[in-house]
């Protein structure tokens, strides 16, 4: 995907925003300050989504942006959108809108899905031409495995009716026959090959990332369709996509510091065999990811350093600086700073 | 006695063997290893997948090509076997547990030969019955062939530890002296194996080359000969950057549809430009040499180099894919003085520096697990001192100089560049027809709108164009019984 696109898209006017972080956002590297950063610029229901694609170098992004003068840039990549630049998110946005809807990117393995639907596509139209002799895709070695046992269950079901009333269906209620057209384009079968992002681009004057998103869009809510349909035949190939909203280790260290004994950090530290740093890390990933409510605030932010905090902190704490802070509250630790930025961060979102 | 015929029939639809697989079958059927060289396109994977289909025994077939061995399992499903798998260092570690678990379940196991030097692999592989070893590309065994790969080695060594099963070693080319070499290594004598090699020669491909002052000049006669040149093409190259780059630029300058191919990009991608190809969608195709194993595709007009292989034997394997259905065909080599220079360098890079060698003769353990070093280790491990292994390099560096000097002789050649050609596989050339033999012949620069117009056929088949409506993108998909 290209990059500058990407940025023009996840841009602010107001906010300079650090470009290597957003594309850490959308490429889901699960760091602290990636994180962190997803929620100060309201990305984090994008965190991932854009995990399986190539999305290359941040700064020669940058560059382009600056050069055709849609964003200034200043030092560490920072970048804010010009009026052209605004210009033009509002156009690249509203060819993929609703944007909102690459959430459930974010949440469930979209591109794996799709790539079982094409596969599973691809299977049944072949089958109901009654044709075994023809090249299949290949998907990964337990997809592929799956694709098979899913074909067997299901092959005296009449799935190319299936299919077809499915995509009858669905590809209408978009009410709109270009997208629907993309859509239909990545599908390959019996004596139909399917076509490129670049290929479908020059055909409909859309940049090929926009295609791309939108085919993650329109995978989104198909995924979401059939979700809701227990009777579907395509069940199988729904099984398996949820992804997790924390990593593994940090969901332990947080179920542990909840759990009935309450053991402190340090504790969880020699219980778990990981350095307390980790410990502290895989806390503020909770509270990043959980809803206010739902993360214990108060059992990590004590008196007095709550209180020094809220008198000292400036308007926009989200771009407070640790360095600021702790010259005024000189006992501060970095972790008692970003989880008292979090927790205001989410009181002002609830506001 | 089984009917060849028949079974051919009834396992793949096909009512005659191409030349030498018959032979080949037979030989295997009679018990006898076999060395068979095939050209391009003389059907090797249909040998082994109909002698495991008549037989139901299974078949393991060593193959070098790791990034390509997902292809050949699509084609061997291709062709009607279902129970296919193949284990590669590209796997991940939960995939490669998975299959080696419920090994008894395939039939047709793909191995590189660096997995099968990996011992629990060996060990889960020797467990199953082998109904027959296949050896594809047997010539990277041998170290006069022009990709030695040391794992191969161990080959001879292997077959003796799974009990010697039967052996079909295959190769597209091979020069008498790889041959010797390809059965020495495996532990045979001449007498043991049967041997088939048919001919190199394709007489329905055209020979040509021309040399440019530079690239530009190049990119224009390509452009050119792209723009008037019938039917299906395939352009190679050796680099990937520029499949992309010359591909934008053909789409740019002529009205040909042209995609770029090469091993960095994504299965779906590839498998959807193979796809167009095939189907006729896409008029040509620029590729690195990763295009062409998984492609089925009889009339392929033309094949053009925009940059040199590594050696007449690559030369000949690639231009291969072109007329496959027997029509006349066309092959161009385009040159320019610094393309040389470029394939010089990209042999210098796939053999270590001297001061590569030493520093890791200073420190072996560093070449553990590193597959980037397997030849380093392999010498090695077998007692080489660094000097010694030093000198093998060096020669390794001189023999494929060598080789790229006899293409770029080839090129240059005065002569007719098929005796030439030929003579590199000590075959001679029996009843060349003057008028479609190579530009030595004819004035094929000056007249080769003519022979276009002559000799490549657009074809009939490959003319449709796409709908891009998704009502009737459905309805074609589905074929919906009443």
Redesign the interface.
Known sequence: MDLSTLYLIFGDANQDRRAKAIKNILDGRRTVSNLYWGLEYGLLPYFGALHDFDLGDEQAAVDTLNKAGLATVSDGLLYRLSSRGVDQQKKLQASITPLNELATVAQYDIVRFSRRFIFAVQVVSEYSYSNNRYYPQTIGFFDDQLIKRWFIQNKQRNLSGYFHQLLQQFLSGLENDQLADIFAASLTGHGFSGLTEDQLAVQTDLEPTIIQLNWLKLYSRLFLRLKKDPETPLQLLLTGLIKPLMSGSAKQTFDLFVSARQPDPATIAQLRKIKLTTVYEHLIEAAIELPLDQFPYQRLLHEPTLTNLRQAAPVNVGEWQFKAAKAQITDLQFFEFRLFQISERKKGDND | MIDLTAELHRYS?FDSFRPGQREVLENLFAGRDTLAILPTGGGKTLLYQLYGAITHQRVIIVSPLISLM?DQ???L????SKRV?AITSA?DF??RA??LRNLNHYQYIYVSPEMLSNRNIFEMIARQSIGLFVIDEAHCISEWGPDFRPDYLRLGKIRHQLENPLTLMMTATATQRTRDDILNRMGFTATDVKQLVLPTNRSNIFLSAKICANQPEKNEQLETLVKELNGAGIIYFSSKKQTEQIAAMLSQKTDKRV?AYHGGMD???R??????F??G?IDIVCATSAFGM?IDKENVRYVIHYHLPDNIQSYVQEIGRCGRDQQPSLAILLYEPNDQYLQQNLIANTIPEEQLLRYFYQHPDQLQNNDAFRVIKYYYDIGKTVDQTLAIFDQAKSRRIGELNALIQYIYTTGCRRKLLLQHFDETAEHVDPEFCCDFHTDFWGNWRQFNQQYLKPSETDQGV?S????Q?????????N
């Not at chain 2, 498998?271 to 167009?276: D, M, P, R, T």
């Not at chain 2, 993108?473 to 019984?481: G, M, P, V």
């Open positions: 639809g997902q399992v699509s084609r499903q291709y062709l009607g798998v796997m939960q995939e998975a299959i995609m299965n779906q991608r498998f959807l430009i193979q796809q167009q095939m189907n969608d998984g796409q891009t409506d998704w009502r993108i459905i309805d074609k998909l589905f074929l919906l019984k």
